[in-house]
């Protein structure tokens, strides 16, 4: 059963980091689509697209999963086996969720729970 949420909760920060960063690398260069002509400027983006994404998406798991097994070999040791992945996979998620909030609305979750405000968003 641990390992089923393992690869669940391994699974799950990569896809939402991926996304992430595939979506700040897209708009990055989306800035620039005025500065080229559009047909020169869709081929040049689907290479970099390429070049860019192919290792990152080949190497993240790996990085993920090095990652959590870290985060969770210190959780275990302080709250178990269980309650510490699942304490892990909450702060990423709280993680994932404070730059998702600052790149599709430009809110800052830390200012706003520092601040009190935190309910206005939710």
Do not use: Q
């Amino acid at each position: 059963m641990y390992r089923y949420f393992f690869r669940f909760v391994v699974t799950t920060i990569t896809i939402l980091t991926a996304n992430l960063l595939t979506t700040a690398i897209s708009d990055y260069m989306i800035s620039y689509k005025n500065h080229v002509k559009p047909v020169i400027f869709t081929l040049i983006a689907m290479g970099i697209i390429v070049v860019v994404f192919y290792p990152l998406f080949t190497k993240m798991e790996d990085w993920i999963k090095t990652l959590s097994l870290r985060v969770i070999k210190s959780g275990k040791s302080v709250a178990g086996k269980y309650l510490g992945l699942t304490l892990a996979f909450l702060a990423a998620l709280a993680v994932l969720c404070y730059f998702y909030a600052r790149e599709w609305y430009h809110i800052d979750l830390a200012r706003a729970l520092v601040n009190g405000s935190i309910g206005g968003y939710f």
